[in-house]
């Protein structure tokens, strides 16, 4: 089955510099790569996604660039605000949507004032 | 629109007890799931259902965890007897086809 690794599990911050945060998957047939972000105590909310017939896409200050090849894909987060403090999750899954997603272990981002 | 529902939000029970949790998905929407999710890492799929058919069960411990869909939208999700290692967060999500998952709040279950 499919194996997502995450990388770092914790990533600090200064406020209004960029965060990347990386994920590799092994499945070559993965085609499907979320994002999502956990505040405390809050649900998981999805934040962008990329389609393996995609490189990259960009919403507002948060993109995500996808490697087919080396299989890895990252988050940035340029102009760091406060509220981006939390954790975020990278997935992969070969259904297209969100049937059959294999979580990365998280990133706990912290924003330094 | 309403999003995932589920209650309660926090359990705390006795080992060896039963417990259940609830879930009622976004309307419209056929496919629910149930995550577990233990603390510091990512959502680990439990079950999967199509509509009231459960099409993916491979990860659920059929030994004290049971599931049921019976009219295709809410759905429960039951352990007994539940045990010290079933401490973590029970997540519900819901999705349409082609569209990536939408989260419940989860419950909270604290096994003493």
């Known amino acids: 089955g499919e194996n997502v690794e995450q990388h770092p599990s914790t990533l600090s911050v200064q406020e209004g510099d960029s965060a990347v945060i990386k994920c590799t998957y092994s499945?070559?047939?993965?085609?499907?790569f979320p994002w999502y972000k956990q505040e405390l105590g809050k649900r998981p909310q999805l934040i962008i996604d990329i389609r393996s017939n995609v490189g990259e896409k960009k919403d507002q200050r948060i993109a995500v660039t996808l490697n087919k090849t080396a299989k890895h894909f990252s988050l940035h987060i340029t102009e760091t605000q406060p509220e981006d403090s939390a954790v975020y999750f990278c997935a992969a899954g070969s259904g297209g949507g969100a049937d059959g997603l294999t979580f990365g272990k998280g990133t706990h981002l912290i924003i330094q004032p | 629109e309403a999003g995932v529902v589920q209650s309660p939000r926090y359990k705390i029970i006795e080992k060896k007890q039963p417990v259940a949790f609830w879930c009622n998905p976004i309307?419209?929407?056929?496919?629910l799931y149930w995550y577990l999710q233990n603390l510091g890492q990512g959502p680990e799929l439990l079950i999967r259902?199509?509509?009231?058919?459960?099409?993916?069960d491979s990860q659920l411990p059929k030994d004290r965890f049971s599931a049921e869909r019976l009219k295709g939208v809410d759905s429960t999700l039951k352990i007994q007897p539940a045990e010290l290692g079933d401490s973590a967060v029970y997540l519900c999500?819901?999705?349409?086809?082609?569209?990536?998952?939408?989260f419940g709040p989860g419950t909270r279950l604290t096994v003493l």
């Open positions: 999500a819901s999705s349409a086809s082609g569209t990536s998952l939408s």
């Open positions: 309307s419209g929407h056929n496919t």
């Open positions: 499945d070559s047939a993965s085609n499907y």
């Open positions: 259902y199509e509509n009231e058919e459960a099409v993916d």
